[in-house]
């Protein structure tokens, strides 16, 4: 009887070592390749993301500035968008070696948009005007479901000042 109390009492104390569920590195949420125009969302059309794409590589041509457009339906363990986009951006930069010299992470379905850049683009480009060309620019056409003519809008409008 002794014994058969014992092994409950033992059960019972390290029942959690038993059921727990062991702890496993956290999956990677970014994808594992990325382009000009990565519409994870899908809000654009096949054409559209290509239209889109030719027109951020050729600003990159001109400038020497690569600009990352993203679209997410979720932000997953993340509480705002900023946290995300500030991971995604050591994401491109030290595991898929993209040098974005700005990445603009937009979503849909939570009615976000963040724009993340280097410090060296300040001289041509403050924070200031990436919220004017924000609110003037992208904001009216995504309230009228034009995704795509606000993104293009948008980057027009960046790709101006970087020149």
Do not use: W
Not at 84 to 100: M, P, V
């Amino acid at each position: 009887m002794k014994k058969i109390f014992f092994i409950i009492a033992l059960s019972v104390l390290f029942s959690n070592s038993f059921f727990a569920q062991t702890k496993t590195e956290p999956q990677n949420i970014f994808g594992k390749k990325y382009d000009y125009v990565n519409d994870f969302e899908k809000i654009l059309t096949p054409k559209q993301v290509q239209t889109l794409s030719a027109t951020l590589k050729s600003c990159e041509t001109k400038t020497g500035h690569k600009i990352v457009i993203v679209t997410t339906p979720s932000i997953s363990h993340y509480t705002d968008l900023s946290d995300y986009s500030l991971d995604l951006d050591k994401y491109l930069n030290t595991s898929l070696k993209i040098d974005a010299s700005i990445i603009l992470v937009i979503s849909k379905q939570l009615r976000q948009i963040q724009i993340r850049g280097i410090d060296k683009l300040r001289n041509k480009l403050s924070d200031k005007e990436v919220e004017s060309i924000i609110s003037t620019f992208v904001i009216p056409e995504l309230k009228k479901g034009d995704y795509y003519k606000g993104l293009q809008d948008g980057a027009a409008q960046i790709i101006k000042k970087l020149e």
